[in-house]
């Protein structure tokens, strides 16, 4: 009896999640302020101030960055950041997925949930703080791993 071989994902996989969620999310990015807090951490981010609790200072620096790109609205490129955020966990998550043996379809389709749940798509075309915390719990996590 022969074993049976489980397909796996190409190892470009993660990068390419990286660039299919970015275009997702890009396409939507807010050129202004949005809703919420998102004024207040862009102020904070312009200034390199205090937010509210618990104040995310890496947040703050990654938002100052942003401003140094000469590339449309300063609210576009500080919502970019939680753009690029998502698209991190997008390609961690394919990372762990592949790298824990589960099947290409699986792995894909976790994927569109993630981001077909609306929760994370809606902050990570805005000035939020919810996509780059995701991102960096996902980092650790693949840290671990």
């Known amino acids: 009896m022969q074993p049976q071989v489980q397909p796996r994902a190409p190892e470009f996989a993660p990068r390419l999640a990286f660039v299919l969620a970015l275009a ?3 396409v939507g990015t807010s050129p202004a302020d949005a809703w919420l807090d998102a004024g207040e951490l862009g102020a904070a981010g ?5 937010m509210h609790p618990p104040g995310t200072p ?6 100052q960055v942003a401003t140094w790109i000469p590339l449309g609205p300063l609210g576009w490129r500080m919502a970019l950041v939680s753009s690029v955020a998502a698209a991190v966990v997008a390609a961690v998550t394919m990372r762990l997925l592949q790298r824990r043996g589960v099947h290409p379809f699986v792995s894909w389709g976790a994927l569109a949930w993630l981001f077909a749940g609306m929760t994370l798509l809606r902050h990570a075309r805005g000035v939020e703080l919810y996509a780059p915390q995701l991102a960096a719990l996902a980092v650790v996590a693949d840290g671990f791993d």
């Open 58 to 63: 890496g947040l703050a620096a990654l938002l």
């Open 24 to 26: 997702l999310v890009a």
């Open 46 to 50: 312009f200034e390199l101030g205090v």
